[in-house]
């Protein structure tokens, strides 16, 4: 009985045992349900945040990590300029800084590649960016959702190989894309940490305002990680341009992410004096005993002579240089910055006709006339506008018989630059005189790619011998844009023998499209000018000179007397100046000769040693056209540049990430011309050609038996004359390529509107440029053959 009340009791346990490790079995089976269920939604909560950030750093402009011009080869095995945007797991490829739609190449996916540096030849620094199984590394879809990218030349699908300009910008590139493949939402904040995550359940992660990086903390960021410390110690020496030869480097950013002054900011000071004469017909009334001075001038002349020998009386002298009276335009740039931003192609041209006509109607009082220029004198200045931008304007005398003035004119912030050089020429006939300035001003509205051409009226002064002694402006000017098709005719009349004061300074014109006419333009260049619209007949003021038009002249800005340089025109000339301001006549034309006579003594000594002046600003481009050395025609980049200030006569800009220059000149990226690759591959084929020649002579015996000492000598330095012809040749390559390009940037034909006339080929280099250089690229390869089969 005992035995089976055990049983009994062992049955009803075990069975007990059983239900409860059943029972224990299905709590943990429905718990690993449950679990499961909570990592699945887990799952797809964090793929929706993760997919959520990634588009927030795809379609936010302002989560970038770096971007910069890169050149990157293709499957051809050709280089290719483009541009790289580096997002937090994403680099994008556009064909230009707008990063729009048609502009984008490619995708590339770093959460798949890997980054090494690549050997080069070549200047500049070579990574690779590949996936380590050759797998394709592209996106499918653009930022966009764009499926085709823009046409380019073939890029490769498991890798890209790029070439940075420098090594300071090669490794920043490097550490950025390491950055970028290992953390690839480090610089993209999230509010998943302070936010719990079922709050979003089902719904993409928000990404606020709070959470998004500044410029400022993304160069903090990189400063405190030590990413480029290279560039630190590396000379800010860098090349814009994206040529061979040229090399680029990157200085350190302060604490506010902008990088320092590559030289010390000339001061400047502003400058207000400004003297109006009235408005109406300029005239000079002379005294009793200046009228003998003016006879001595007419014994000297003769109908249809040029007067530009002629030396003039201090009386009649304008207290400044002509290079200073030529920035007399630009006290209203402003209307130049509206015409860039305005999207109507009517409406820029009324702006630039306006700001045209009101660079004319500050006069000095009575009839005087500027300095003529000191070959080698410079002047500089600049325009504060409302909006903090800066008008710069750099001038030069480039030359003296004939007398040319060189300017240049840039504010990339506002988008505009404009380049000039005038040809000052005077006509006597008898009675009267005019002073023509022949030279055609271009102006480029940066941004849009567009560029305008303007020519000066001449100034007719009259009343020498009898009458009274008067100044107006005559002659038909253009304005045009063959980029738009919009031109403007305008004509500055001179006054008739009859006409009264409304017939005086008189100006009239119309604005063209081809050939219909959309608006007409009447009045006085000194007074009002009024514009008719032929398609509405609606009549407005174009430009009136009024105390309201002066109150908007802009401040200009000079440099102080104690910091000019000495061929500054101020400082030149100022004790002229201040001789006529306290009206010495004598001691004006004492300084004048002192003056004079120096420039002819240096002429003659020039002469004497059969050489040549070279203008310091400017030079001559293959076209015959004078261009200022430092031109920047990039567009303003306000991710990248902070303003532009000028030092030692060079207009440069201030910017965030690096500045660039080369031979502190800022050129622009484009593919090195191939007569100066052909050049350069036939020079060093010449420069081995010795080595090789005393290396195989030294080892075998037959070649020191074919040819006596002497005449090896006279063949090597034949050779070496050779080389040292084609090393010349290739420089001025060399030159003529930088010249062109900087016109990259320039609207297309400014570059073709020469090429017709002067023989160009390709790329801009002309017919017997390129004979010159194949026929020394002959000359040398037949010596190092000859030298080569002769010591085998």
């Known amino acids: 009985m005992n035995l089976l009340q055990r049983i009994a009791n062992w049955a009803s346990d075990n069975r007990d045992g059983n239900l409860a490790d059943k029972s224990a079995a299905d709590a943990a089976k429905l718990n690993r349900k449950e679990s499961y269920k909570a990592q699945r939604k887990n799952y797809?909560?964090?793929?929706?945040?993760?997919?959520?950030?990634?588009?927030?750093?795809?379609?936010?402009?302002?989560?970038?990590?770096?971007?910069?011009?890169?050149?990157?080869?293709?499957?051809?095995?050709?280089?290719?300029?483009?541009?790289?945007?580096?997002?937090?797991?994403l680099l994008l490829i556009y064909k230009s800084q707008k990063t729009k739609s048609s502009h984008w190449v490619g995708t590339v996916m770093l959460t798949s590649c890997q980054v090494i540096e690549r050997p080069s030849k070549k200047d500049g620094f070579c990574f690779k960016l590949f996936h380590p199984l050759e797998q394709s590394i592209w996106a499918p879809r653009g930022p966009d959702k764009e499926t085709i990218g823009a046409v380019v030349q073939p890029l490769p699908t498991a890798y890209l190989i790029f070439r940075a300009p420098s090594q300071a910008a090669g490794k920043c590139w490097m550490d950025a894309l390491e950055l970028s493949l290992r953390c690839s939402a480090l610089l993209l904040r999230s509010n998943s940490s302070t936010t719990p995550s079922s709050a979003y359940a089902g719904e993409p992660l928000p990404v606020s305002h709070e959470t998004q990086w500044s410029e400022a903390d993304y160069e903090k960021h990189f400063n405190e990680h030590d990413l480029d410390a290279d560039s630190q110690t590396e000379a800010p020496n860098a090349a814009m341009s994206g040529l061979d030869t040229d090399s680029e480097s990157e200085q350190a950013p302060d604490d506010d992410g902008v990088c320092p002054l590559q030289c010390e900011e000339t001061p400047y000071v502003p400058y207000e004096e400004e003297e109006f004469g009235a408005q109406g017909e300029q005239v000079e009334e002379l005294a009793d005993e200046n009228k003998s001075l003016i006879w001595c001038i007419v014994k000297q002349v003769r109908p249809g002579m040029d007067l530009s020998k002629v030396v003039l009386p201090t009386f009649i002298l304008e207290p400044r240089s002509f290079l200073d009276k030529l920035s007399d335009t630009y006290y209203h740039a402003d209307l130049l910055s509206k015409a860039v931003r305005d999207d109507d192609a009517f409406n820029r041209m009324k702006l630039i006709v306006q700001w045209y006509l009101s660079g004319?109607?500050?006069?000095?009082?009575?009839?005087?006339?500027?300095y003529n220029p000191i070959l080698g004198e410079t002047f500089r200045c600049y325009w504060e506008h409302p909006n903090g931008s800066r008008t710069f304007y750099i001038a030069e005398q480039v030359s003296h018989h004939?007398?040319?003035?060189?300017?240049?004119?840039?504010?990339?912030?506002?988008?505009?630059?404009?380049?000039?050089?005038?040809?000052?020429?005077?006509?006597?006939?008898?009675?009267?005189?005019?002073?023509?300035?022949?030279?055609?001003?271009?102006?480029?509205?940066?941004?849009?790619?567009?560029?305008?051409?303007?020519?000066?009226?001449?100034?007719?002064?009259?009343?020498?011998?009898?009458?009274?002694?008067?100044?107006?402006?005559?002659?038909?000017?253009?304005i045009e844009c063959e980029n738009t098709g919009y031109k403007t005719e305008l004509e500055f009349k001179l006054k008739p023998f009859l006409g009264g004061s409304e017939a005086t300074n008189v100006v009239v014109g119309k604005i063209k499209f081809g050939k219909e006419t959309l608006a007409t333009i009447q009045g006085h260049w000194d007074k009002e000018c009024r514009i008719k619209d032929l398609r509405t007949g609606d009549e407005t003021v174009l430009f009136k000179a009024d105390n309201e038009m002066r109150a908007k002249r802009l401040t200009r800005h000079l440099v102080p007397m104690d910091k000019q340089l000495p061929t500054e025109s101020a400082r030149l000339w100022h004790l002229v100046s201040e001789a006529i301001a306290n009206e010495d006549q004598v001691a004006a034309t004492n300084e004048k000769t002192v003056l004079?006579?120096?420039?002819?003594?240096?002429?003659?000594?020039?002469?004497?040693?059969?050489?040549?002046?070279?203008?310091?600003?400017?030079?001559?481009?293959?076209?015959?056209?004078?261009?200022?050395?430092?031109?920047?025609?990039?567009?303003?980049?306000?991710?990248?540049?902070?303003?532009?200030?000028?030092?030692?006569?060079?207009?440069?800009?201030?910017?965030r990430v690096s500045e660039t220059t080369a031979d502190e000149e800022p050129i622009i990226r484009t593919r090195q011309p191939m007569a100066t690759k052909v050049a350069k591959a036939k020079n060093k084929t010449l420069v081995l050609?010795?080595?090789?020649?005393?290396?195989?002579?030294?080892?075998?015996?037959?070649?020191?038996?074919?040819?006596?000492?002497?005449?090896?000598?006279?063949?090597?330095l034949a050779l070496e004359q050779v080389n040292q012809s084609?090393?010349?040749?290739?420089?001025?390559?060399?030159?003529?390529?930088?010249?062109?390009?900087?016109?990259?940037?320039?609207?297309?034909?400014?570059?073709?509107?020469?090429?017709?006339?002067?023989?160009?080929?390709?790329?801009?280099?002309?017919?017997?440029?390129?004979?010159?250089?194949?026929?020394?690229?002959?000359?040398?390869?037949?010596?190092?053959?000859?030298?080569?089969?002769?010591?085998?």
């Not at 950030?53 to 890169?70: F, G, K, T, Y």
């Open 596 to 655: 004079e006579e120096a420039q002819r003594a240096a002429a003659k000594e020039r002469a004497e040693n059969d050489k040549q002046h070279q203008p310091a600003l400017f030079e001559l481009d293959s076209y015959g056209q004078w261009v200022y050395k430092y031109a920047d025609l990039r567009p303003w980049n306000p991710r990248n540049d902070v303003r532009q200030y000028e030092c030692d006569y060079k207009v440069l800009t201030q910017t």
């Open 402 to 478: 004939p007398p040319v003035s060189a300017f240049y004119v840039t504010n990339r912030e506002d988008g505009f630059s404009i380049t000039c050089s005038i040809l000052a020429k005077s006509k006597f006939y008898g009675n009267s005189t005019s002073a023509v300035l022949e030279g055609t001003a271009t102006m480029t509205l940066l941004p849009r790619n567009e560029m305008y051409t303007a020519s000066t009226p001449y100034a007719h002064c009259k009343g020498i011998l009898m009458g009274t002694l008067s100044m107006e402006l005559g002659g038909k000017i253009n």
């Open 360 to 370: 004319f109607y500050k006069k000095p009082k009575g009839l005087k006339k500027p």
């Open 44 to 89: 797809r909560r964090e793929k929706k945040r993760v997919a959520s950030e990634l588009m927030n750093s795809l379609q936010d402009p302002a989560v970038i990590v770096l971007a910069d011009w890169l050149k990157v080869r293709g499957t051809l095995k050709s280089w290719t300029k483009l541009w790289c945007v580096l997002k937090p797991g």
């Open 689 to 716: 050609g010795p080595r090789d020649t005393n290396s195989d002579s030294s080892q075998s015996p037959q070649g020191a038996k074919r040819g006596s000492n002497s005449s090896v000598k006279n063949l090597a």
């Open 726 to 792: 084609l090393e010349n040749h290739t420089r001025q390559l060399n030159d003529i390529s930088r010249r062109l390009e900087r016109m990259q940037y320039q609207p297309s034909n400014s570059r073709s509107m020469y090429s017709h006339d002067h023989g160009i080929v390709g790329g801009g280099i002309s017919q017997s440029i390129v004979v010159k250089s194949l026929i020394y690229a002959l000359i040398g390869l037949t010596f190092s053959l000859i030298l080569r089969w002769l010591f085998k």
